[in-house]
């Protein structure tokens, strides 16, 4: 019975073949064509899983594996007939990628998987036009349902896992949103490739403090059954402060770089209530960096002295509970970065934003100094002995606040180490008469 069960398609498939001219004559196309995918059903039902790219606003971590699992396809095998290509200039090569509509065939086992990447119009909101709402149908048949649920998505979800490791490609999400109006869905999130160059090794700091902030984020990314044991969210918090121009965003990319973590730009400016705020930090995949920049500048209440519900208002304690309460439930190995040039000035702030728990490590990038400056004269004009001029350069420092940023231009102007040290020497001077 089974056998003849397994034929009865094939012999169906024939005899519609064979029929089709005559079926076609006599039965409207319409028809003819529900019938058959009827007989298709009958024989080889078929199941569809719908993979969104978000959910309730939480991107689905299965879209985002299949879509690095289908990118490595495409470019690893023969490719559909319609994908893809995109490549930046600092890019060796173009990378291709899955077109909307296209269909990849996938093989596992013996299961033959069809994906389709898919979008749907959303309409406008207010004068905001939404995203489009992508999503991927997965279609099987449907015997294999239950390997495909137990083996098939983990094993995609695996191999993208690996395949992240491997290619090391960062992320740089910031809100794409019109400038000054709000966030409106929680799924504004925009991305891009980050392509900075900024390691740790050629960040120009002192070395006792970038060895404890490296040695602290090993630790903390090596620390997952630590957290779960102690019920503790796996997340950790720094305050990066100083001067414009002391490498603040330098040292960020340079963490990134280092643990291989998405970034994630986060204006609160944009951001009208808390129940927004939730809904984008629910959106942010796990192992990311979420970056606030310039604290002392946003505009925050005091915790107690928010009011109660006002539209364009952000409150510090929506903050301080969206980290600590969000994270204990969900999300991985969250970083969350504060930056400021003013700190000082964050006395006005809530003092619990800065307790133990919530701001883990700070970090001062301040005026430049002989150590640092050594370093960065190593790493822009291989001067690595010392120098005739590191003297002068040394007592001037005593009397001039000076930032990296504005050597670094200095050293960037001429490839001569003698020629970058006087214009060095002379900027100091400036500074120093002025
Ligand atoms: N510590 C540093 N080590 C190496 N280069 C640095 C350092 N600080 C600054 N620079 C150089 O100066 C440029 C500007 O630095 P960066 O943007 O990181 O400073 P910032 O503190 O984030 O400034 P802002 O507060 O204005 O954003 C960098 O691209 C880099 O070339």
Same mark, same amino acid.
């Given at each position: 019975? *089974?056998?003849?069960?397994?034929?009865? %398609? /094939?012999?169906?498939? &024939?005899?519609?073949?064979?029929?089709?001219?005559?079926?076609? $004559?006599?039965?409207?196309? &319409?028809?003819?064509? !529900?019938?058959?995918?009827?007989?298709?059903?009958?024989?080889?039902?078929?199941?569809?899983?719908?993979?969104?790219?978000?959910?309730d606003f939480?991107?689905?971590?299965?879209?985002? &594996?299949?879509?690095?699992?289908?990118? @490595?396809?495409?470019? $690893?095998?023969? @490719?559909?007939?319609?994908?893809?290509?995109?490549?930046?200039?600092?890019?060796?090569?173009?990378?291709?990628?899955?077109?909307?509509? *296209?269909?990849?065939?996938?093989?596992?086992?013996?299961?033959?998987?069809? /994906?389709?990447?898919?979008?749907?119009?959303t309409e406008h909101l207010q004068l905001q036009p939404l995203p &489009?709402?992508?999503?991927?149908?997965?279609?099987?048949?449907?015997?294999?349902?239950?390997?495909?649920?137990?083996?098939?998505?983990?094993?995609?979800?695996?191999?993208?896992? *690996?395949?992240?490791?491997?290619?090391?490609?960062?992320?740089?999400y910031s809100l794409d949103c019109i400038p000054d109006m709000p966030v409106l869905t929680g799924r504004e999130w925009g991305?891009?490739?980050? *392509?900075? %160059?900024?390691?740790?090794? @050629?960040?120009?700091?002192?070395?006792?403090?970038?060895?404890?902030?490296?040695?602290?984020?090993?630790?903390?990314?090596?620390?997952?059954?630590? !957290?779960?044991?102690?019920?503790?969210?796996?997340?950790?918090?720094?305050?990066? !402060?100083?001067?414009?121009?002391?490498?603040?965003?330098?040292?960020?990319? #340079?963490?990134?770089?280092?643990?291989?973590?998405?970034?994630y730009f986060l204006d609160i400016s944009n951001i009208v209530s808390d129940s927004m705020l939730r809904k984008i930090l629910l959106s942010i995949?796990?192992?990311?960096?979420i970056v606030i920049e310039d604290i002392d500048c946003a505009q925050l209440e005091k915790r107690g002295e928010e009011k109660k519900i006002s539209y364009y208002k952000f409150t510090l304690s929506g903050l301080l509970n969206v980290m600590e309460g969000l /994270?204990?439930?969900?999300?991985?190995?969250?970083?969350i970065v504060f930056t400021t040039n003013h700190?000082?000035d964050l006395d006005r702030l809530d %003092?619990a934003l800065?307790?133990?728990?919530r701001?883990?490590?700070?970090?001062?990038?301040?005026?430049?100094?002989?150590?640092?400056?050594?370093?960065?004269?190593?790493?822009?004009?291989?001067?690595?002995?010392?120098?005739?001029? !590191?003297?002068?350069?040394?007592?001037?420092? #005593?009397?001039?606040?000076?930032?990296?940023?504005?050597?670094?231009?200095?050293?960037?102007?001429?490839?001569?180490?003698?020629?970058?040290?006087?214009?060095?020497?002379?900027?100091?001077?400036?500074?120093?008469?002025?």
């Open positions: 019975m *089974e056998v003849l069960k397994s034929l009865a %398609p /094939w012999v169906t498939a &024939a005899v519609l073949v064979v029929l089709s001219p005559m079926v076609e $004559d006599l039965i409207p196309f &319409a028809v003819s064509n !529900y019938l058959f995918s009827r007989a298709q059903d009958y024989f080889f039902p078929r199941l569809t899983v719908i993979i969104e790219e978000r959910g939480i991107s689905d971590q299965i879209y985002e &594996a299949a879509t690095t699992y289908l990118r @490595k396809k495409i470019n $690893d095998s023969p @490719k559909p007939k319609r994908f893809r290509c995109r490549k930046t200039i600092k890019q060796n090569k173009p990378i291709f990628d899955i077109a909307r509509e *296209e269909e990849v065939i996938d093989n596992f086992r013996d299961i033959r998987l069809k /994906w389709k990447l898919r979008e749907e119009k &489009a709402k992508k999503f991927f149908e997965l279609t099987f048949d449907k015997r294999f349902e239950e390997d495909v649920v137990e083996s098939y998505l983990p094993y995609v979800l695996d191999r993208a896992e *690996e395949i992240q490791r491997e290619e090391k490609v960062i992320k740089l991305s891009t490739i980050l *392509e900075h %160059p900024a390691t740790f090794d @050629k960040l120009a700091m002192s070395p006792e403090l970038k060895r404890s902030l490296k040695d602290d984020l090993d630790r903390f990314v090596n620390r997952k059954e630590w !957290y779960k044991k102690v019920g503790r969210a796996w997340k950790r918090g720094y305050l990066i !402060y100083g001067p414009p121009g002391t490498g603040k965003s330098s040292l960020i990319a #340079a963490m990134a770089n280092h643990l291989k973590f998405d970034i995949s796990n192992r990311s960096m /994270w204990s439930s969900c999300g991985d190995e969250r970083i700190k000082d %003092p800065f307790r133990p728990g701001i883990d490590m700070h970090v001062p990038m301040l005026y430049c100094n002989m150590d640092v400056f050594k370093m960065l004269a190593s790493t822009y004009l291989d001067v690595n002995e010392d120098h005739r001029l !590191y003297g002068q350069i040394k007592g001037l420092f #005593a009397n001039a606040e000076v930032t990296l940023a504005e050597i670094a231009e200095e050293f960037s102007r001429t490839e001569d180490p003698d020629a970058a040290l006087e214009a060095v020497v002379e900027v100091l001077k400036q500074k120093t008469s002025s």
